[in-house]
């Protein structure tokens, strides 16, 4: 090596990760839930969207009740209350714990869930600051 080569090193800061929506909002899922914020199923999101407690609303794109879906749809935009598409319903039941955990961690018996609405955010993390600057960002 010569002197003027330059060596990169990865850098180890942990702030420095890049977040995506996604990683954010499992994050922002586990300190809400922490908190008892959160309402997961179609009873109490409902109820939570039509009293106008929750603040963001997390529906499931593989749900198979079209009316469920017309409904949640309904409440959050007459609530004006922002709603985050996410692909699979068993990945948002792990995430809201709706699972049983084994030795090793991992998600056994996880059962589906098709709509999450957050009442109450944990601590404002990066990620929750990330999150709202995401729903900021794509609102219509």
């Not at 060596?7 to 702030?15: A, D, E, G």
């Not at 499931?60 to 009316?67: F, G, R, S, V, W």
């Not at 004006?80 to 809201?96: A, F, R, T, Y």
């Amino acid at each position: 090596m010569s002197e003027g080569d330059v060596v990169s090193t990865p850098s180890t800061n942990p702030l420095e990760k890049t977040l995506d929506p996604m990683s954010a909002l499992k994050k922002v899922l586990k300190e809400s839930q922490a908190v008892q914020g959160l309402s997961r199923g179609l009873h109490e999101v409902v109820k939570a969207l039509d009293k106008r407690t929750a603040r963001v609303c997390i529906l499931a794109d593989n749900c198979d009740e079209p009316n469920y879906v017309k409904l949640i749809k309904a409440l959050c935009e007459e609530s004006k209350i922002p709603l985050i598409p996410i692909s699979d319903n068993k990945l948002l039941g792990e995430w809201v714990g709706l699972c049983k955990l084994d030795k090793e961690a991992t998600a056994r018996k996880v059962v589906a869930c098709s709509s999450v609405a957050i009442t109450t955010f944990g601590r404002e993390s990066e990620e929750y600051k990330f999150l709202i600057d995401y729903i900021n960002k794509n609102k219509q």
